[in-house]
C-alpha cells in the first residue's frame, strides 16, 4: 500500500469513528494530533458533527419529543371537539 492509501484509509477511520470520548477527544487534540493534515482535521469535524446531531441517543431523544408532541395536540384536538359536540347538543 502507498502512503495515499494509508492516509486515505485513516481520515475514513477517523470520519466513521463513534465513540463519543474517542470523538470528543479526537476534536479537541485535531490541531495537535494533525498538525500538518488538513483532511484529518475535518475528518474530525465530521465526526463530532454525526455523533452529535444523529447519534442513537438523539435520534431517539428527538423521536420521543415528537410523539410527546402528538399526544399532546391529539389530548388537546379531542378537548376542542368536545366542546364542539357540545355546542351543537345545546342548539337543538
Known amino acids: 500500500m502507498s502512503k495515499l492509501d494509508i492516509d486515505r484509509i485513516e481520515k475514513e477511520l477517523i470520519e466513521q469513528?463513534?465513540?463519543?470520548?474517542?470523538?470528543?477527544?479526537?476534536?479537541?487534540?485535531?490541531?495537535s494530533l494533525y498538525p500538518n493534515d488538513l483532511e484529518k482535521q475535518k475528518s474530525t469535524k465530521k465526526a463530532i458533527l454525526w455523533n452529535v446531531f444523529f447519534s442513537p441517543g438523539?435520534?431517539?431523544?428527538?423521536g420521543g419529543?415528537?410523539?410527546l408532541i402528538s399526544l399532546f395536540v391529539l389530548i388537546?384536538?379531542?378537548?376542542?371537539m368536545l366542546e364542539q359536540?357540545?355546542?351543537?347538543?345545546?342548539?337543538?
Open 17 to 31: 469513528e463513534h465513540r463519543p470520548i474517542k470523538v470528543i477527544s479526537n476534536f479537541l487534540n485535531r490541531k
Open 58 to 62: 438523539v435520534v431517539a431523544g428527538v
Open 65 to 67: 419529543m415528537v410523539a
Open 76 to 80: 388537546k384536538q379531542n378537548s376542542i
Open 85 to 92: 359536540n357540545k355546542l351543537i347538543d345545546n342548539q337543538k
